[in-house]
């Protein structure tokens, strides 16, 4: 076999794995260092709410019984999952037809790349989450980064691109903690309509939004359904990482320049990659979803954007720079002149913290440190005075 | 966005999505008639051995506490699970980088079909399982099928190709239910040795196998590590197609013939399109592979196994000739002239029985039924008597 020269392209490592690298590395170096504490990935800690925890435990005990046992499931997920998602999560507004159940946003960029076929043109901010990069390089199709920096507010002028783009949005942002308004948003969604455009939206930390004025999905914006898809995900807003489970809303109105529909191409894709989410994990779903999960849940997120704010309050004593923290569960911290390792190093070796580079979300991160608010508060507190000390 | 053209190339709809939707047109018109039973989709069952369950139940009662909640796990599986899959199915001959485990054979494809990047050369035979062809013409690759019928023992030849392709083997063979001896696959794996090819090595029925003249693993054959790549699945095995899991095997042997490592490149489409699958599909399967637990799916996959035998007895005493239905729970019957949705629509209508029609598979299977012998014992004798009634 030759190989692709589209994984040619992929040329550095995946961040998280570069960091789990050179702290393995610390690690065989250190052995008798105090421990180390983790601001890196985003990865949540807090338990499951009881209700989640014993649904799960009931459906388990459940697969060991005649009437409990479930086999393959649809492909686009439980029915009554996707009945939940729409009516929770958007009113209502969407058919069932028109929302998968994934496992998660990753994989499911990576099966819309399958979609895209390749060769088409793309539009990703500088800096994002890598996977909008690398899945687009992966299947072939054309990058244009639009940087955005604190010269731009962090937020990149969609508006300049002309022509058909797909238009990789994350709202709230990962990583500068940018949130668009309302009027914003609109422009973008006119844009893309006039344009030909695409808007790929990812929601991931929806929940994480506590202003009312804040859209917590492009569907609020008129138009949108005639010109975006979104992904949205249990990972940060249920805690679910380890259980792998996300969904995909594409609007039954959206066309190829052609005019064929594309969710039937979604659904054709889906089909042939896919067999559906962990059954467990959809019926863990249903239990976060319910009034009682809903509310449970609300406390946690509640408590992962204290930590964002305790953490933002103790680096900004130390006179840096500090963005994000509010409506998402990370700080973007601007530490230049220092190069991104460099200061990664130095949280590694001096303080015994694991922070995230914020360049390894792109060249316009340079200089800043991603940390992550989702870790347990002893933990952050501990870090905190380490920092402050 | 315009339109993929690899899509265009999925012109039909995939084989289980029309079945679903004859019967749900029958269901609508007939909604008085006796039960259907499904011979279709091949779902298992069983339900799962209480070793399996409780495990399972256990690891989701922990997610509530603050020990037992886990967040992202290693992208490749869990180290103590690919450990476990390498000893117990392998002998131990592989290290653990070289395993990763999946949500199934199916997603796993896809991510493959990410790898190659298209424009390769790819040999499947026909028929097989639609994800082969499908796969491959999403990402671009160049198909050649090689007929697999009475004619030639259901086992096309294929040394007859020549220069670099991807070879897709399903062994046990999935629908014909052919398998081969040792010499047969040492004759391939020589071959494709000699030509550079790559044998993409489909293992999801091996739990079938009861004779052990039959290799369960490519990897039993002198000099696959340098020309293949390996799948299994939990999903027939241990009644997981409902919790999604499956591994892969690449060899760190290895090489494009460029000389770059595939292994290297596998785990980095990894990385970038995939997050691990669920945790506690991960728990389920470290009981599923005990020692308790692999005798409790033995005497599971033996009553499979019974069901299969009688059903291709019930089928031979009326006439048909039939393949399978031994080192594999389907039965691969043979209706010709009729073609094989004629035969479909017979079933449903006449015994409200569903069955899969053999050119689904691909054109050589047309005339040809599968049954699966997944079901429930009581339901298959019912199917049994609707059959010889």
């Given at each position: 076999?030759?190989?692709?020269?589209?994984?040619?392209?992929?040329?550095?490592?995946?961040?998280?794995?570069?960091?789990?690298?050179?702290?393995?590395?610390?690690?065989?170096?250190?052995?008798?260092?105090?421990?180390?504490?983790?601001?890196?990935?985003?990865?949540?800690?807090?338990?499951?709410?009881?209700?989640?925890?014993?649904?799960?435990?009931?459906?388990?005990?459940?697969?060991?019984?005649?009437?409990?046992?479930?086999?393959?499931?649809?492909?686009?997920?439980?029915?009554?999952?996707?009945?939940?998602?729409?009516?929770?999560?958007?009113?209502?507004?969407?058919?069932?037809?028109?929302?998968?159940?994934?496992?998660?946003?990753?994989?499911?960029?990576?099966?819309?790349?399958?979609?895209?076929?390749?060769?088409?043109?793309?539009?990703?901010?500088?800096?994002?989450?890598?996977?909008?990069?690398?899945?687009?390089?992966?299947?072939g199709n054309q990058v244009t980064l639009l940087p955005a920096t604190k010269e731009n507010g962090f937020f990149p002028d969609w508006c300049l691109?002309?022509?058909?783009?797909?238009?990789?949005?994350?709202?709230?942002?990962?990583?500068?903690?940018?949130?668009?308004?309302?009027?914003?948003?609109?422009?973008?969604?006119?844009?893309?309509?006039?344009?030909?455009?695409?808007?790929?939206?990812?929601?991931?930390?929806?929940?994480?939004?506590?202003?009312?004025?804040?859209?917590?999905?492009?569907?609020?914006?008129?138009?949108?359904?005639?010109?975006?898809?979104?992904?949205?995900?249990?990972?940060?807003?249920?805690?679910?990482?380890?259980?792998?489970?996300?969904?995909?809303?594409?609007?039954?109105?959206?066309?190829?320049?052609?005019?064929?529909?594309?969710?039937?191409?979604?659904?054709?894709?889906?089909?042939?990659?896919?067999?559906?989410p962990s059954y467990l994990s959809q019926m863990a779903a249903l239990q976060a979803l319910s009034k009682e999960g809903q509310a449970d849940y609300?406390?946690?997120?509640?408590?992962?954007?204290?930590?964002?704010?305790?953490?933002?309050?103790?680096?900004?004593?130390?006179?840096?720079?500090?963005?994000?923290?509010?409506?998402?569960?990370?700080?973007?911290?601007?530490?230049?002149?220092?190069?991104?390792?460099?200061?990664?190093?130095?949280?590694?070796?001096?303080?015994?913290?694991?922070?995230?580079?914020?360049?390894?979300?792109?060249?316009?991160?340079?200089?800043?440190?991603?940390?992550?608010?989702?870790?347990?508060?002893?933990?952050?507190?501990?870090?905190?005075?380490?920092?402050?000390?």
């Open positions: 076999m030759r190989r692709s020269p589209n994984l040619q392209r992929l040329t550095t490592n995946y961040i998280f794995i570069e960091v789990k690298k050179r702290v393995e590395n610390y690690l065989k170096n250190h052995p008798h260092e105090r421990r180390l504490i983790h601001f890196g990935v985003g990865d949540t800690t807090h338990p499951f709410p009881d209700i989640v925890a014993e649904g799960l435990s009931e459906a388990s005990l459940g697969m060991a019984t005649e009437v409990g046992y479930k086999g393959y499931g649809p492909n686009f997920g439980l029915e009554s999952l996707r009945e939940t998602v729409s009516k929770v999560l958007y009113d209502g507004k969407f058919s069932l037809d028109e929302i998968s159940i994934s496992d998660g946003i990753k994989p499911d960029l990576a099966r819309f790349a399958l979609l895209t076929g390749g060769g088409q043109k793309v539009a990703i901010q500088d800096p994002s989450y890598p996977v909008y990069l690398e899945s687009s390089f992966i299947i691109l002309k022509g058909p783009h797909l238009l990789f949005i994350c709202h709230p942002n990962n990583p500068t903690g940018y949130t668009a308004i309302r009027a914003q948003l609109q422009e973008v969604v006119n844009h893309a309509r006039k344009e030909g455009m695409l808007i790929l939206f990812d929601t991931a930390y929806r929940s994480f939004i506590t202003d009312p004025n804040i859209p917590r999905s492009i569907f609020e914006i008129e138009g949108a359904k005639e010109c975006a898809i979104e992904w949205g995900s249990f990972s940060k807003s249920a805690g679910f990482s380890g259980l792998r489970l996300g969904w995909c809303v594409v609007p039954k109105e959206l066309k190829y320049s052609t005019g064929e529909s594309i969710l039937e191409d979604w659904r054709r894709v889906l089909a042939t990659t896919f067999t559906g609300q406390k946690i997120i509640q408590g992962y954007l204290e930590n964002g704010k305790l953490l933002k309050n103790a680096l900004s004593s130390k006179g840096v720079s500090c963005y994000g923290g509010e409506h998402l569960p990370f700080v973007w911290a601007d530490f230049s002149p220092h190069l991104s390792w460099d200061t990664f190093d130095t949280f590694l070796t001096k303080h015994q913290l694991i922070v995230t580079p914020g360049s390894g979300f792109g060249s316009s991160g340079e200089g800043f440190i991603r940390f992550s608010a989702l870790g347990k508060r002893p933990d952050l507190l501990e870090a905190i005075s380490r920092l402050l000390l």
